[in-house]
């Protein structure tokens, strides 16, 4: 069994495992630990599932085997096992984007309705009708989209243009054409474009029609799983090109829509203070944990647990009232939006049902451990599994649906409101630490924070007082001690006057230990010109831009620096790390930052290693093709250098 110094570097999580252990509790980092050794095959990516003639596996020192059965050899088939984890994490991300355009699409599609019926037509018109589950509540980004996108404004109703838009951002899932996505082409600048056009060509493959520019998100997805089946695609470039081309289509396109069409439903985050770790819980009150990844749901139940008649049951049962706090992705979306406060990321799922004190951990998709509904069982938590594509056996199932999204979410809070009397009171540890922070950063946050444009970065970027921007995303792996890597990376940085931005579970462990806070900048930890510069503009040194999906805001940022320096985005002194990096959603990210031109950091070694041609490609080629590669380094000091030195580089390049 681990020290509990040795899981985290959380004092709550240090205290929740202790006490986990005390109470027999098997944990993530116990069945890691039973998991030891873990398959040299499989770390090294050269273990080949894709047919029935298999499982076949190359020798990584060099001896017999060298191909498998079909001939593959250890760099075809960890090219292979790459496209197929870059593939599964852009249809997480898109999958999510599909459903927010579908809710989008939905709403409109019911206001007409409505309004056939004779229901009030101005309130459908204007998508303000609280007779519909989901309304527009940012009129200005629905329009701003819609112009991106060129389609006309005038003349039309705010139903209409929902309408229009989610049917272009639906069209871009299933289109059959050759050309690029419409909301690629709405957002891109043209510097980057033309790389993207390029890419197959440099990469000596020129009948890549069109180069790395996706087609249709699905397609991409498609056709990596097509790519991938025995006996097609052999070549380790033209299958990792293939993994370029599918993470855009993630990125400026499955993730895009997510992150856009929300902001059109549920506001677009403006800077707001708020709470973060499992110190938010409350001993007196019915806790709810919202965990997965889709505001669609996680916001009707923030609206639900304001409703009198739950709030008069909760106050019935002995509760105070009825406390909402998030984990992972969906927990920053209303985070964001709502200033909810965020009870932790990935490896505090567990911890906080230990805490004895949650009523229900209500989940949808990703990133949640089967484990929960284990853990669960020592206690009184109900796990309440929503999402008809995520089922979990042990969980209660109470299954989403838009169209009904206010009935389902209040009985959703009433099960938890419900659950309270069954609480042991003897059986509750909170621990006492949390975190205060500003969150809320989005693209629009940011300019008008800075006057409308981004001209202040700049220029203290092109004076030196900010070297460049570091964007630092990505999860826990219990592999690495929880935060450490996240906070050192970013440390580190910060030191050096690099300006981070961030999403997704780094963001959650740097509100923990602070960084979110504009005094942050006054310790040892931020560089004298990264202190003056936040301090004239009253921010924190680190920007929370949100969950994964919002990775697309840090790119939307650099796509507009770009426009600005009139040069491709992989000109900037911008480079990405996803230093505790463990979802497949990861590598996609990852696969798309560095497609899009910032050169990204891994702090966990992606299972490559056994296929040399690939790890030259990923590490070195990549900059020929796209502008930008891989950094693999698990020693965060060392990775903070190596970003660091990469920032400067491109300052010398860009003669600054
Ligand atoms: Ni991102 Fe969000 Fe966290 Fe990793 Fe999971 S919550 S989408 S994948 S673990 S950062």
């Not at 229901?119 to 989209?145: C, F, G, H, W």
């Not at 060129?150 to 049917?167: C, F, N």
């Not at 990792?240 to 993470?247: E, F, I, P």
Request: proline residues 5%; glycine residues 8%.
């Amino acid at each position: 069994m681990k020290k509990y110094k040795e899981v985290s570097i959380d004092p709550t999580t240090q205290k929740m495992y202790e006490r986990a252990q005390e109470m027999g509790i098997e944990t993530v980092w116990e069945r890691l630990e039973k998991q030891q050794p873990q398959c040299g095959y499989g770390l090294l990516g050269v273990c080949c599932r894709n047919c029935m003639m298999g499982p076949c596996r190359i020798n990584p020192f060099g001896g017999e085997p060298r191909r498998g059965v079909c001939g593959a050899d250890a760099d075809t088939i960890v090219a292979r096992n790459l496209l197929r984890m870059i593939a599964a994490g852009a249809a997480a991300h898109s999958d999510h984007g599909r459903h927010v355009a579908l809710t989008l699409l939905i709403a409109a599609e019911m206001a007409e309705k409505f309004k056939k019926e004779g229901k009030p037509v101005l309130e459908l018109d204007n998508m303000a009708s609280s007779t519909l589950p989901y309304q527009v509540r940012d009129v200005e980004k629905l329009k701003a989209i819609a112009e991106r996108l060129g389609i006309e404004t005038e003349g039309k109703t705010v139903r209409e243009l929902a309408k229009e838009v989610a049917e272009v951002a639906l069209n871009d899932f299933g289109k059959q054409d050759e050309e690029a996505l419409a909301f690629l082409k709405a957002y891109l600048n043209p510097k980057t474009y033309e790389m993207f056009e390029k890419a197959a060509e440099k990469a000596g493959m020129p009948w890549f029609e069109n180069g790395i520019l996706p087609r249709s998100i699905d397609r991409e997805i498609v056709e990596s799983l097509h790519r991938t089946h025995i006996g097609t695609d052999h070549d380790p470039v033209s299958i990792l090109l293939h993994g370029l081309k599918t993470s855009l289509g993630d990125a400026w396109g499955g993730s895009l829509i997510a992150t856009e069409l929300q902001d059109v439903l549920f506001g677009t985050p403006q800077v707001i203070k708020a709470e973060a770790n499992l110190g938010v819980l409350k001993e007196d009150y019915v806790n709810i944990v919202v965990h997965g990844h889709e505001p669609v749901l996680s916001e009707k139940i923030v609206e639900a647990a304001q409703d009198p008649e739950l709030l008069e049951l909760a106050e019935k049962l002995g509760a105070k009232g009825i406390n909402v706090v998030g984990m992972c992705c969906t927990g920053l979306e209303v985070l964001m939006r709502h200033g909810i406060p965020i009870a932790g990321n990935f490896l505090q799922q567990e911890m906080a049902i230990v805490t004895g004190a949650v009523e229900a951990m209500v989940v949808d998709v990703q990133c949640i451990m089967p484990a929960t509904v284990d853990v669960a069982r020592c206690f009184h938590t109900k796990i309440i599994d929503t999402s008809p594509l995520a089922t979990f056996p042990g969980a209660i199932h109470i299954k989403f649906d838009e169209r009904r999204a206010d009935e389902i979410a209040k009985e959703i809070v009433k099960t938890a409101v419900e659950n309270f009397p069954n609480r042991s009171k003897v059986r509750v540890e909170i621990p006492k630490e949390k975190m205060a922070g500003y969150v809320g950063f989005s693209v629009e946050a940011i300019l008008k924070h800075f006057g409308g444009s981004l001209k202040p970065i700049e220029e203290a970027i092109v004076e030196g007082k900010i070297k460049g921007v570091a964007g630092l995303v990505g999860c826990n792996n219990p592999k690495i001690k929880q935060d450490h890597n996240h906070i050192k990376i970013a440390n580190e940085l910060m030191k050096r006057d690099v300006l981070l931005v961030g999403t997704g579970c780094w963001a959650t462990a740097a509100m923990k230990y602070g960084i979110f806070l504009p005094e942050y900048a006054d310790t040892e930890n931020v560089g004298p010109g990264l202190r003056e510069f936040v301090k004239e503009w009253g921010i924190p040194p680190a920007l929370n831009m949100g969950s994964c999906v919002d990775c697309t805001r840090i790119l939307v940022l650099a796509d507009l620096v770009a426009r600005d320096l009139n040069v491709p985005i992989s000109a900037l002194p911008v480079v990405g790390s996803a230093p505790e990096a463990m979802t497949e959603k990861a590598v996609s990210i990852g696969t798309y930052f560095v497609a899009s031109g910032i050169t990204t950091h891994l702090g966990i070694v992606p299972p490559v290693l056994g296929g040399p041609k690939v790890v030259k490609i990923l590490t070195q080629d990549l900059y020929d093709i796209v502008g930008a590669a891989f950094i693999v380094e698990p020693d965060p000091y060392k990775a903070a250098k190596l970003m660091y030195d990469h920032i400067m580089k491109k300052r010398k390049e860009l003669g600054i």
